[in-house]
């Protein structure tokens, strides 16, 4: 059985760091590109980014780019989003992926984490 499971969201000030971590179970973690997700209220789940299985390369939304970056420890089998320079526009819940393939879209990924809030207060 595949988990995702998100940790490190809650509410900060804008500006202000924080550091997302996703520990996956039951799968080969390495052999999948990993992804993040995050939907503010509405129905529209928004890809934040990504990295390939070896970690050698990470793929980016314009609006988090420079900003956030994505790492991952196939030794721990987690993925990490570090946001910097939060904005209140960041607030959403950030959802965990894992894809077989590369891409940016929902459909892209064939396993979710249940997210972790993240609100920025201006």
């Known amino acids: 059985q595949v988990q995702l499971v998100e940790s490190g969201g809650g509410l900060v000030q804008a500006r202000d760091p924080l550091r997302l971590s996703c520990a996956a179970s039951?799968?080969?973690?390495?052999?999948?590109?990993m992804g993040w997700f995050r939907q503010a209220p509405g129905p529209e789940r928004e890809f934040a980014a990504a990295?390939?299985?070896?970690?050698?390369?990470?793929y980016s939304t314009d609006s988090i780019k420079g900003r956030f970056t994505i790492s991952r420890d196939n030794a721990k089998n987690t993925v990490y989003l570090q946001m910097n320079s939060l904005k209140p526009e960041d607030t959403a819940v950030y959802y965990c992926?894992?894809?077989?393939?590369?891409?940016?879209?929902?459909?892209?990924?064939?396993?979710w984490g249940q997210g972790t809030q993240v609100t920025v207060s201006s």
């Open positions: 992926a894992a894809s077989g393939r590369r891409g940016t879209m929902v459909s892209d990924y064939d396993y």
């Open positions: 039951g799968l080969t973690f390495s052999s999948y590109t």
């Open positions: 990295i390939t299985w070896s970690g050698g390369r990470t």
